[in-house]
């Protein structure tokens, strides 16, 4: 399983490789008619003292078309221009060179000024004479819609799972995360499929140290596990969240989800305003009070005009 949010960016088309052609018609890239969808070995390395590894790479296979193509996927966290002569690489001196095949480029971004820096074209040359140019391909915020609504993200999760990751400093993650959040749970109800709990992982994994991981797993604790034994993360917040009982339990969770997020937001806490947390009840009032923590910058905010 992955084990980074830069991981988490290029690794969920291993774990669902049919991915791409769903994807990138959604950001305007068209896909062709595939039979196959293959990983290929990331490993680059052509001399020993220098390594260069991409991400993943894959290999497509199309039909009446000998060999198919390949696309290399590159997880990009912020603009680096040592990244164009690496990419350059990647495409022309290795992949194109080892396997004969047409090679593509894909660049998953989490932030519009990254995937704006990614899409543009890589020229190599001098004013005079242009020797090659790369366009990559980019997905990535403000190329990916958002997905908000629960019936579109349960139609289908591993897309909602992307949107969510590409869309992690969004302002408005919550409603992306609750949609996300039901679809996880439609689509354990409908299909039973094993991988809901690897794609809840993927996402608590993609988003980073947080308060929208935090929210996340606020999130999958309220969802029932539909593989008990399994050990994963939607399983052990399960546990912890029906560990806490009924009405109060869960109005207690909710207050120290509230608490936790603004300690690690670095928010202070008054103990006027602890104390109020803690002392509610009302569980839309502390779910209120919840989504708030996320952006607050004075705990006193919590309460808006109440």
């Not at 990419?87 to 060179?97: F, G, I, K, P």
Request: proline letters at 7%; aromatic letters at 8%; glycine letters at 10%.
């Amino acid at each position: 399983m992955v084990s980074s949010p830069h991981e988490a960016l290029h690794r969920i088309f291993r774990v669902d490789p049919g991915l791409f052609a769903r994807l990138l018609p959604r950001a305007g890239i068209g896909f062709p008619e595939h039979t196959t969808i293959e990983p290929l070995d990331t490993d680059l390395t052509e001399i020993r003292p220098l390594e260069r590894r991409v991400d993943s790479v894959f290999r497509v296979r199309v039909p009446g078309e000998e060999g198919g193509f390949l696309l290399a996927v590159e997880s990009q966290g912020k603009p680096d221009p040592d990244k164009h002569s690496s990419w350059t690489y990647y495409l022309a001196a290795h992949m194109y060179a080892k396997y004969r095949l047409p090679p593509f480029l894909l660049v998953v971004c989490k932030d519009k000024t990254t995937a704006s820096w990614a899409a543009e074209p890589i020229r190599v040359g001098r004013g005079f004479h242009t020797s090659m140019v790369v366009f990559p391909l980019v997905l990535g915020p403000g190329v990916l819609p958002a997905i908000t609504e629960a019936d579109e993200a349960a139609r289908d999760l591993g897309v909602a799972v992307f949107s969510a990751l590409a869309h992690a400093k969004d302002p408005g993650l919550t409603a992306i995360l609750d949609a996300l959040a039901s679809g996880v749970a439609d689509d354990a109800q409908k299909s039973g499929d094993v991988d809901r709990a690897d794609w809840a992982e993927i996402v608590e994994i993609g988003l980073g140290e947080g308060p929208g991981r935090d929210y996340w797993r606020h999130l999958m604790a309220t969802y029932t596990p539909n593989f008990p034994g399994s050990n994963s993360i939607v399983e052990e917040s399960w546990l912890e969240g029906r560990a806490k009982g009924q009405s109060e339990g869960k109005a207690e969770g909710k207050a120290e989800d509230i608490l936790h997020i603004l300690h690690v937001r670095g928010v202070e806490i008054p103990d006027s305003v602890r104390e109020r947390i803690v002392g509610c009840t009302d569980l839309d009032v502390l779910g209120t009070w919840l989504d708030r923590s996320l952006s607050a910058t004075h705990a006193e905010e919590l309460f808006g005009e109440e």
